[in-house]
């Protein structure tokens, strides 16, 4: 739960904390050492829209590169889930088309969700089918581990008062209700998938909505997806241009893959 002078929830170290005593040196993103993270990580919440849209673009492409975990990528997910309720978040981000709305608070989460979609039970078997078992992974580990405090920190924003929030809570918790130690709370966020992502303006939104109540065995029905499955760049998305680096999982992607 979120404490009423805006910081991390129970259970998440301070992310102040995370930055000064990780050994970024010992951990890996896409380009070698993770020396530069405290830095880059603390310009989310810089006072300049550009350095935060850097900051962003850094998250996306660096710490989990084509939806890659690296070991840089835990440490990073316990900072980005204890800095959600810093009222800072709530700053702008600069947009281009093709990604989502919102400010860092919203792109926060959506890249919360990319972290947790690579370890849900259809990854397992996906990674198994191809040799790549997660549980001889270690950042998978890592953030099989510490999917509880995600899930309270992604859930704590749910009833953000941001309509793009709020999505991108409930798009976060979805993926993290794979773990064992959370299925309980699947059955309370039932309404708000098919209440507020279920009539999402964002098809993508809508799409995740109707595939997880599905999975879990609830009712999707009168819920209304992608109403052109070969519009695979989505002419819904609404006129408000989005996030520059674009997300390529399933759940938050300006293209899809081909339904075929």
């Not at 109540?213 to 002419?235: I, K, M, T, V």
Request: net charge negative.
């Amino acid at each position: 739960m979120t404490c009423a002078d805006g910081s991390s929830p129970v259970g998440l170290p301070d992310p102040r904390h995370t930055l000064t005593s990780t050994d970024w040196a010992a951990l890996e993103h896409a380009y070698g050492p993770a020396t530069d993270a405290p830095r880059m990580l603390s310009a989310l919440w810089d006072s300049e829209q550009s350095v935060r849209t850097q900051a962003l673009e850094y998250l996306h492409h660096t710490l989990h590169h084509q939806n890659t975990l690296y070991s840089a990528t835990v440490a990073a997910a316990l900072y980005v889930a204890a800095i959600l309720a810093d009222p800072r978040t709530n700053w702008g981000v600069d947009k281009e088309r093709g990604s989502f709305p919102g400010p860092v608070r919203a792109e926060l989460l959506t890249w919360i969700a990319s972290v947790a979609d690579e370890v849900t039970d259809k990854a397992e078997r996906t990674s198994r089918e191809f040799g790549f078992p997660l549980d001889g992974y270690s950042p998978a580990l890592g953030i099989l581990e510490i999917r509880p405090l995600l899930f309270t920190a992604a859930h704590d924003a749910t009833d953000d008062p941001d309509r793009h929030v709020r999505e991108a809570a409930i798009v976060a918790c979805i993926p993290l209700l794979d773990d064992p130690r959370l299925l309980r709370h699947r059955s309370a966020l039932v309404p708000l998938v098919r209440e507020v992502l279920g009539t999402s303006d964002l098809w993508q939104h809508r799409e995740r909505a109707i595939d997880a109540l599905d999975a879990w065995g609830e009712d999707s029905s009168g819920l209304e997806g992608q109403r052109n499955p070969f519009l695979f760049c989505d002419a819904d998305l609404p006129s408000i241009d989005s996030s520059p680096w674009g997300h390529a999982s399933g759940s938050d992607g300006c293209c899809e893959e081909p339904p075929f």
